[in-house]
């Protein structure tokens, strides 16, 4: 049987996948890190968690998370970033600038990708430096 928490793709069955599929994986990469987080932060609590979890996840929010950890970016993170940045999105929310959402598009991407390359310390650190440089203690 298929592990799906700890899937682990060849480089050219993730290349086949589009940036909106990476993007779409790696938005519920990044939505499991920030309630992981909130949680192991003891803001467990039913309306504040969700307005945190709001916070954190929504495109504006992303975007600048994005541009802090783009200089730590290997080559490879950054063409991926890059893959995920030019996607053709059809839908931007009205919360959010096409610049913004973008940028937010762009860092699901990468996160999709370094979870199906099975790359957990990566996304653990990138997120650890995303959430201490916005003045959280990860």
Do not use: W
């Not at 086949?16 to 920030?34: F, R, T």
């Not at 994005?66 to 059809?90: F, M, Q, S």
């Not at 979870?115 to 440089?133: H, P, T």
């Amino acid at each position: 049987m298929e592990d799906y928490f700890s899937l682990h793709l060849e480089d050219d069955q993730i290349r086949a996948i589009s940036s909106i599929g990476l993007a779409h994986l790696g938005d519920a990469v990044y939505e499991l890190l920030v309630r992981s987080y909130l949680c192991a932060c003891g803001r467990a609590t039913g309306k504040g968690l969700h307005r945190a979890a709001v916070e954190l996840v929504r495109a504006p929010a992303q975007a600048e998370r994005g541009d802090k950890i783009l200089p730590l970016l290997t080559d490879e993170e950054t063409a991926v970033y890059k893959r995920g940045r030019n996607a053709h999105v059809n839908t931007i929310p009205h919360s959010a600038s096409r610049a913004d959402y973008l940028k937010a598009t762009a860092l699901e991407c990468l996160f999709g990708y370094l979870y199906l390359r099975g790359q957990r310390d990566r996304i653990n650190y990138l997120f650890a430096v995303m959430m201490k440089e916005d003045g959280h203690a990860a």
